[in-house]
């Protein structure tokens, strides 16, 4: 399986179960691991064989500022299907990392993987 990856995406959103991190969107870093089948594209030379990365670095960009979450956990959930279902993706991987949220560490996360077959 051929894989269309994003890491290091900076996003913002609203997230947090406590009231002091809910005052302002905070800047969220994500990676993304997207399973696809590459041979189509790679064969005639097209992006809309593929999954266009800057179309989903900028959808993912904007409906998180839309959106807010209380988990990083339910955050990924959300960006995973947003992946399958938008872009056609066969499986993705979505790390979620809030950085400098808690003092001494540099930062926090979480990493699911979903599938077409096992969402």
């Given amino acids: 399986m051929d894989t269309v990856f994003l890491h290091g995406l900076e996003a913002e959103t609203l997230i947090g179960v406590y009231d002091w991190e809910r005052q302002q969107r905070q800047t969220l870093v994500l990676d993304l ?3 696809v089948d590459l041979q189509a594209a790679a064969r005639n030379d097209d992006i809309d064989e593929t999954i266009h990365y800057a179309e989903v670095a900028q959808i993912l ?3 998180l500022s ?7 956990e339910a955050l ?4 995973a299907q947003l992946v399958l279902r938008e872009f056609g993706a066969l499986w993705v991987r979505v790390k979620v990392v809030k950085p400098g949220i808690l ?3 540099r930062s926090v996360g979480v990493q699911i993987e979903r ?3 096992n969402d």
Avoid: S
């Fill in 103 to 105: 003092p001494h560490v």
């Fill in 33 to 35: 691991d997207m399973g």
């Fill in 61 to 63: 960009r904007q409906t």
């Fill in 115 to 117: 599938g077409i077959d």
């Fill in 76 to 79: 990924a959930e959300f960006v």
């Fill in 66 to 72: 839309e959106q807010q979450f209380l988990l990083l």
